[in-house]
């Protein structure tokens, strides 16, 4: 695995306070959508799909830090619509950097390269790229040729001025597991500090509506694409996320651990559904039918989600939060055997 130690501390302290105060339901990373305009059409993508007069809004700064410090967790993930289209993104991650958040600024790296210039390499900012796949795969996964290209040139950019870099993948069904791992050699030789895998959600308003992975597929992938990991391959995730992926565990989501805001409000109750908004963290925290979704409440909307924002965090409570994931957590760690 490849999150910095200074991360893993602040997030492992932060989670042991939660467990001293006894709070059965905390946040762990915010998502902060400042906007859902884009420079690219994704055929799985279901958060453009607004009609053009929310596309034209943004959220401010000061919208943007009062939520960071409503919810309080210690780190802010910025997806999207593309956060660099955002005229004050650099002061949005300028104020938030401020405050020791762990800013993972999501980016399909097309405006990546022209912008750097606006920002400031920091331990507490970094650029996650969306890379799905090999120059084929992520281009078509995209519908624009020769994004691929540009993306790795931006990444190259980045990481030579000093910005930490990660990627993000979202696979779909038909997805190679050869391929895959050919991609991860590619994102290793490029020189990326870790990577961040997760299956697709199916979005009711995605353009593409049959190529979204089942649970009993997305197990079969990730096992085929996991089996035998080599040590150069780091990822940016939970290690007991990833088995999850395998099938080695059977997570709950946990999907207040993800909380997501963006111009609506507090958005129920995860990034993937929208089932209402809260005006309120503490709203959205107190009012919102938890026992309502997930798998077991028998949702049909949760029955093959294994999607990152809602199992990462359950993953990770379960590494700081009991002896025997702390362990297994440490030995995939030492052994890269996932």
């Not at 030995?331 to 055997?337: E, F, I, K, Q, Y």
Request: glycine share 6%; charged share 25%; aromatic share 10%.
């Amino acid at each position: 695995m490849s999150v910095p130690l200074s991360q893993v501390v602040t997030v492992a302290s932060y989670i042991i306070r939660q467990k001293l105060a006894r709070r059965q339901r905390y946040p762990l990373v915010l998502m902060l959508e400042p906007l859902f305009r884009c420079n690219l059409a994704c055929a799985g993508c279901g958060k453009i799909q607004y009609p053009a007069q929310i596309l034209r809004k943004h959220l401010t700064v000061e919208q943007c830090v009062k939520a960071v410090e409503e919810c309080g967790a210690p780190i802010v993930s910025i997806p999207g619509g593309e956060p660099l289209m955002h005229p004050e993104m650099d002061k949005i991650v300028a104020a938030l950097v401020a405050t020791r958040k762990y800013v993972y600024l999501c980016t399909n790296a097309l405006l990546l390269k022209e912008k750097l210039s606006l920002f400031t390499p920091s331990r507490y900012l970094t650029f996650s790229v969306h890379m799905d796949g090999l120059r084929e795969e992520h281009d078509d996964a995209v519908c624009r040729e020769g994004v691929y290209d540009r993306a790795v040139e931006a990444i190259r950019e980045a990481l030579a001025r000093g910005f930490r870099v990660t990627t993000n993948t979202t696979l779909f069904d038909g997805a190679s597991a050869l391929r895959m791992r050919e991609f991860f050699d590619e994102m290793m030789s490029l020189g990326v500090e870790g990577m961040m895998l997760s299956p697709g959600y199916s979005y009711s308003k995605a353009p593409d509506q049959e190529h979204f992975l089942r649970r009993t597929k997305t197990q079969a992938l990730f096992t085929r694409m996991l089996a035998h990991p080599k040590r150069r391959w780091k990822f940016n995730q939970s290690p007991l996320f990833l088995r999850f992926l395998m099938g080695k565990h059977d997570f709950e989501c946990t999907p207040w651990g993800n909380p997501t805001y963006n111009m609506f409000g507090w958005q129920r109750p995860c990034y993937l559904l929208q089932d209402g908004y809260a005006a309120t963290f503490r709203e959205l925290m107190d009012t919102t039918e938890w026992q309502r979704y997930g798998r077991r409440s028998g949702n049909e909307k949760c029955q093959d989600c294994m999607v990152h924002c809602g199992f990462e965090a359950t993953a990770v409570d379960h590494t700081f939060g009991s002896l025997k994931g702390l362990v297994e957590t440490v030995a995939v760690t030492l052994t890269g055997r996932l």
